[in-house]
């Protein structure tokens, strides 16, 4: 494309580079914002330390859908982007399962659980997705006197959960975080569910219900169709920034680890939270985001995406989605398009601890895990894949940033200001349905147009509304 360049980062050129805006991640949210700021009429540039675009949400095969009533973004930009929106085809008799616990029904709830643990997982699904619905997403800490003390695991045993329901609530927080529940907070738990509509809405949107409809050719087709809007030369691959310099004569100065160096009046960062602990500012960050400077918050997440010649697991009578409770991975999702000319998939998120350790194992050695946990869940031998991709660190595909509830009132002041002329339009800036695509499209929209007013101080426009 021709928006796109490769960078040669062997030898440092110490060639300058300058635009109005410097948006660094080149994922969805970083897209969306450097295209407006472009249609804005200032200049943009875009710099990713990978070597593709698209960020998580584009990356291997596999569809994000969406529900067209709350991810009226997603339909927005594809409308405007010329692309179609097509229903799934719908499959009939294929069941949800859980490790060990069997299929799952409607309601979500494994057959294997017992009349005990049913009543105890009804109980505990109601009374958290009330308290959802109490969270003021504006005001995360009004409730750090209820629940600011509080693990999800200690949240959920509150409402009556038995060992069952605690251990299927481990596979929730995995798979939203990549931690365990006894490390991620009840509180900020219960307001990234509020963010997604509730904790109901959460739980269905992990396993791809009330999601009716997907762009034609997936996420990564609307990446593309933005690349191509920008102009020649607008995206810089291969560009990891190491260090910001905010100067006197309001300019910020950009280092890359190849040498590079860029120049801007306001730079946006559309990464994942982590960037914050990869990059040098000068001057640092404000006080209330020095806590994301830590490297202890962060969850542990990877996809490894197994591709087979046929969907052995419809003709076993399975959908492909299963919450696995037991070994590296958390969640399987049947991810194979439904072009009859490529390959099927199931995607494997292994997270947390155990996923950690298995991520230290040579290859081999943690496909064959990986394997075997698959026949665990299926309960049957799995057929070898004809493919194997691995998503590593810089495209984690579904863990989302959690905020430590010592924290929260640092959030609540901050709210993802602006720090000087920096801003952010990660994911975990989102004020909507976080860890998905949505989400995404709302950070790069709420930053980019913060950043048009802030170059525009004389048209006299107001504050951008955060939600």
């Known amino acids: 494309m021709a928006a796109v360049q490769v960078m040669a980062p062997a030898l440092p050129s110490r060639q300058r580079r300058s635009a109005a805006v410097i948006v660094v991640g080149a994922g969805l949210s970083g897209l969306q914002a450097a295209h407006h700021i472009q249609s804005s009429g200032s200049s943009c540039l875009l710099l990713e330390a990978t070597d593709c675009v698209g960020g998580r949400f584009a990356q291997g095969p596999g569809r994000h ?10 339909a927005e930009l594809a409308r405007r982007l010329g692309l179609g929106v097509e229903s799934p085809q719908a499959r009939q008799g294929e069941e949800d399962t859980a490790q060990g616990l069997g299929a ?28 959802c619905q109490r969270v003021d997403v504006n005001r995360p800490a009004e409730l750090m006197p209820n629940y600011g003390t ?36 009840a509180l900020y738990f219960l307001v990234h569910c509020k963010c997604g509509g509730g904790l109901l809405q959460t739980l269905s949107d992990l396993a791809g219900g009330s999601q009716n409809l997907r762009v034609s050719g997936g996420v990564s087709r609307l990446c593309e169709e933005l690349v191509a809007r920008l102009q ?27 040498g590079e160096v860029f120049q801007c009046a306001k730079v946006i960062l559309a990464g994942a939270a982590s960037q914050c602990r990869t990059i040098d500012f000068a001057p640092d960050l404000g006080a209330d985001k020095q806590w994301l400077r830590d490297p ?35 969640m399987v ?30 290859e081999d050695d943690r496909r064959q895990d990986v394997l075997r946990n698959l026949e665990a869940i299926f309960g049957e031998k799995v057929p070898f894949p004809a493919g194997v991709m691995e998503l590593g660190p810089e495209t984690d595909t ?24 920096i801003f952010f339009a990660g994911s975990a800036a989102s ?15 709420r930053a980019s147009e913060e950043v048009v007013c802030a170059l525009q101080p004389t048209l006299g426009a107001g504050p951008v509304p955060r939600l």
């Open 65 to 74: 859908g969406f529900d067209g009533a709350r991810h009226v973004r997603m």
């Open 150 to 185: 509080m693990t999800v695991r200690e949240l959920v045993a509150s409402q009556g959960g038995t060992a069952a329901v605690q251990h299927l609530a481990n596979s929730w927080t995995l798979t939203l975080f990549g931690l365990g529940c006894h490390r991620v907070s």
């Open 296 to 330: 202890a918050h962060a969850g542990f997440s990877r996809s490894m995406i197994l591709l087979f010649d046929q969907p052995w697991w419809r003709e076993r009578g399975f959908s492909g989605r299963a919450q696995a409770l037991d070994g590296p991975m958390c």
């Open 431 to 445: 004020f909507v349905s976080r860890g998905h695509p949505e989400g995404a499209l709302a950070a790069g929209s």
């Open 104 to 131: 799952c029904g409607a309601d979500g709830i494994p057959e294997g659980f017992t009349a005990d643990d049913r009543r105890a997982l009804i109980r505990v699904r109601t009374n958290v997705e009330a308290l």
């Open 333 to 362: 999702l049947d991810s194979s398009s439904d072009d009859a000319d490529t390959l099927s998939a199931l995607t494997c998120l292994v997270a947390g601890e155990s996923g950690q350790e298995l991520w230290l194992k040579p």
């Open 398 to 421: 579904l863990a989302c940033l959690a905020v430590p509830a010592a924290h929260l009132r640092d959030l609540e002041r901050d709210h993802w200001r602006p720090e000087g002329s």
């Open 232 to 258: 020649p030369g607008s995206v810089l691959l291969s560009q990891h920034v190491d260090r910001i310099d905010q100067t006197p004569g309001n300019r910020c100065v950009l280092t890359t680890r190849s």
